[in-house]
């Protein structure tokens, strides 16, 4: 079984409650192969939703205290984000999952890259929070990029 953000599936839960389609991947979900997740619903926050980036480093140092997760308004959504990932993970286990197809440059989903925290659109290298834990659990992580089954 392999996890899949759900917006790579079409289904409306980006923070503008739009979506990324990725025809490839609907089609592991119509075999029954695939299960979507979106970290930020499971955890709590609405769709659409106010957008938020990881500030003072990337999901890892989230997941051990040392960086939050801000929106835009200067809130601090770190709980929901790790809330989220903890829920994607009961997923992992309950279903057997061992990959997961994430949503580049999320604070959630982004496994290689993401925001810089200053809300400019700046890219770094970073992991999302829900990608660490699921890292961190064995899982074997892909991007809507690259990634095995297109």
Known sequence: MIL??????GINCRYN?????????LKLMKEGRAIPICPEQLGGAPTPRVPCEIVGGNGLEVLKGRAKVINNLGEDTTEL???GAREVLKIAWASGAHEAILK???PSCGVKEAYDGSFSGKIVCGI???????KNSGIELWTEKKHPYC
């Open 4 to 9: 899949i953000s759900g917006c790579l599936l």
């Open 17 to 25: 409650g739009g979506n990324n389609l990725k025809p490839e991947l």
């Open 81 to 83: 984000f790790i809330r």
């Open 104 to 106: 580049e440059r999320s």
């Open 128 to 134: 999302g929070v829900t990608a660490a834990i699921l």
